[in-house]
Structures are given as C-alpha cells and as structure tokens.
C-alpha cells in the first residue's frame, strides 16, 4: 500500500523566512502534484512534476522530485502572510490516471 | 476555462436519510474520481470511473454507491446517514495522457444532523 508522508505537519513561520516542506513515498512512481488548501475550500493545483530531478517555480514557491529518493520539496522563500494556507502532496501510484494518494498536508502559519 | 462542477455547494441531512451529490466533470475529460475529507483530514479517495466504467475503488462505504452517466457527470448517492459522513466531498477529473494532473471541484460540504 503506497504511503505517503508529509513533514512538518504544523509550520508556523515569520514572513520573510525561508522553510522546505517534505513529503516522502513508498512507490515507485515518478508523478507528484502539491496542492493548496484554504480553509473550507478546493483544492488548488500548484504543481505537477512529472519526471525526475524536475523543478518547478511559481512566485515564492519552488517544488521539486527525487524519485530515485521518492522525495519531493517545496521550497518556501521569503515568506508572505498569504501563502498561509494547507499544502498537501500527492502520488498517482501508477503512473497514468489512477486515484492521487494525499499527503497528511502540511498547515502553514506565516506570522508577522 | 471550464472547471469542475459540483452541485450542491452545502448540504444539510438527518440521521439515516439520502443525499445524493452531483459532478460535471471538465469537457472531454475520461475519468472522474470521488474524494472525501473530513475536518482537519487528508482527501480520501472513495471511487473513480473511466469512460463511464467502475475503475477504482477505495474506502467508499456499502451504503454509498455512485456511477457516471453517458453526459460523463457522476452522481454520488449516500444513504442512511451517519453523523460521521460529514464531511467535503470533491470530485475530481482527469484525461489519459494529458500531463496536466488532476482538476478539483469546489466540493459539497455535507453536514449530517
């Protein structure tokens, strides 16, 4: 059974800080998608990386895949009081359109 | 762009009654997947169908049943609610082959009384 493992769980941070938020699997897969929760609402897709060693940026935000490690970050830089928000990672274990397996999520705080 | 479409946004139901959730999937979309996610939880994913068949199916209870129409939307029935059904319902759509990921609906926030 694919597990997936996201840590920190909880990360309450200063604005203009730097953290990385790590999310680990146990399949082989080379399909991973972080996703960004606000309370009570979708789920927002902010990458797909679809290969290993790819890196993705957007804005503040850097994500990346290992899948020789089954290891992807996202790299938080500088930090603003709107990225507060969930962040979970997912798998598709198979490769091709089949169920995501999600991450605990990580809730960030970004704090003044 | 279109979205995902999930009908009713909020839904309010006693204990043991039926509901029944809707999704309209992205256009040309193949495959729709149902997620549950209770409060302060992961997404779980419960089904999924692919051209309109049964495909996938995880940690979907036997008093939900759900199926996918030839117009390609789902509908999601529950019946004999229980108060720890509530929860936000997505669904999700997806292409074969196309490298884009997954598309969440705006869910139904389902509250069982």
């Known amino acids: 059974e694919l597990k997936v493992e996201q840590n920190p769980l909880f990360l309450s941070m200063q604005e203009g800080k730097n953290y990385t938020i790590y999310c680990n699997y146990s399949t082989t897969s080379d399909r991973l998608y972080w996703y960004r929760q606000d309370p009570g609402k979708s789920l927002e897709s902010l990458f797909v990386?679809?290969?290993?060693?790819a890196v993705k940026q957007e804005g503040r935000l850097m994500a990346s895949l290992d899948t020789k490690a089954r290891l992807s970050t996202l790299h938080i830089t500088a930090a603003v009081h709107d990225l507060s928000a969930t962040y979970f990672c997912a798998v598709d274990p198979y490769s091709g359109n089949t169920p995501l397996v999600f991450g605990k999520g990580t809730r960030l705080s970004v704090i003044a | 762009a279109a979205g995902v479409i999930q009908s009713p946004r909020h839904l309010i139901k006693e204990k043991r009654e039926t509901a029944t959730l809707k999704c309209y999937p992205i256009?040309?979309?193949?495959?729709v997947y149902w997620y549950q996610q209770g409060p302060g939880q992961d997404p779980q994913f419960l089904i999924s169908?692919?051209?309109?068949?049964?495909?996938d199916k995880g940690s979907i209870p036997d008093r939900f049943s759900a199926q996918q129409f030839s117009d390609y939307h789902s509908e999601l029935n529950m019946s004999s609610l229980e108060l720890g059904d509530s929860a936000l319902y997505f669904c999700?759509?997806?292409?074969?082959?196309?490298?884009?990921?997954?598309?969440f609906g705006s869910g139904t926030r389902l509250t069982v009384v």
């Open positions: 256009p040309r979309h193949d495959t």
């Open positions: 169908f692919y051209e309109k068949m049964q495909s």
């Open positions: 999700a759509s997806s292409l074969l082959g196309l490298e884009y990921g997954y598309t």
């Open positions: 990386l679809l290969s290993n060693g």
